[in-house]
């Protein structure tokens, strides 16, 4: 079961560009987590905001989370053409949930265009 | 050098043959995760383990098994049961407790294809 749903489903920019990328869930959240995942390989973490944060920095990422919308937003500012790839947002679930599973949505296919 | 390592990249089988992927991690990682991932379809959960010999399933566990028997690894069988077996694998861990404990930390990934 599928927890968390980027939107939109891919989205192609130039560089020197933002890029916005938007989750929501279903369920209440201790905390939720951005990956990201270059074609064919494995994911890697970005970004952790816990459920009393509403907002996040690192680097050129920003994520800001709404838990009474139960959204969050991750923003890449001045993207580069090697930012190209697929972002994931993740999160727990406050109850029903065991040994530290998260709940990963389909993804943003990012394509960043020099 | 630390990490998860999953063997092989690529792996071809015929179809009505047992299959294990191999998952490897020095991290010292309590938890340990399998994710298949199909295209559009993101991540979904197979099996999960926290300690060693004992694992849950996850949402699609039909036609896979798992065993846990070092705290290092944790293999995936994927059994001829298992209808649609192409797809991309993914292994995974954390640590379990502590600051910075939900992080998720994932292995290169295998890529089975069955025919």
């Known amino acids: 079961s599928q927890q968390g749903e980027e939107d939109p489903q891919a989205l192609s920019i130039q560089e020197g560009e933002n890029a916005t990328m938007n989750c929501s869930y279903k369920t209440s959240i201790n905390n939720l987590q951005w990956y990201r995942q270059n074609s064919g390989r494995g994911l890697v973490h970005l970004i952790l905001i816990r459920s009393n944060e509403r907002e996040k920095h690192s680097g050129r990422l920003r994520v800001t989370l709404d838990t009474s919308k139960k959204s969050s937003s991750l923003l890449i500012t001045a993207s580069r053409a090697a930012d190209t790839a697929s972002y994931f947002c993740a999160t727990d679930k406050v109850r029903g949930s065991t040994l530290g599973r998260l709940y990963f949505g389909r993804g943003t296919q990012l394509t960043v265009w020099p | 050098d630390g990490g998860i390592t999953q063997s092989p990249k690529y792996l071809f089988r015929k179809e009505g043959q047992n299959v294990t992927l191999s998952c490897e991690q020095n991290?010292?990682?309590?938890?340990m995760y399998w994710y298949r991932q199909d295209p559009g379809q993101g991540l979904r959960l197979i099996y999960y383990s926290q300690i060693v010999n004992d694992f849950q399933k996850g949402d699609i566990a039909e036609g896979y098994s798992v065993s846990r028997e070092k705290k290092e690894s944790f293999p995936l069988t994927v059994t001829s049961a298992q209808k649609n077996p192409t797809a991309f694998y993914l292994c995974a861990s954390r640590i379990m407790g502590g600051e910075g404990s939900y992080e998720q930390y994932f292995g290169p990934g295998t890529r089975l294809t069955v025919t």
């Open positions: 991290l010292n990682h309590d938890a």
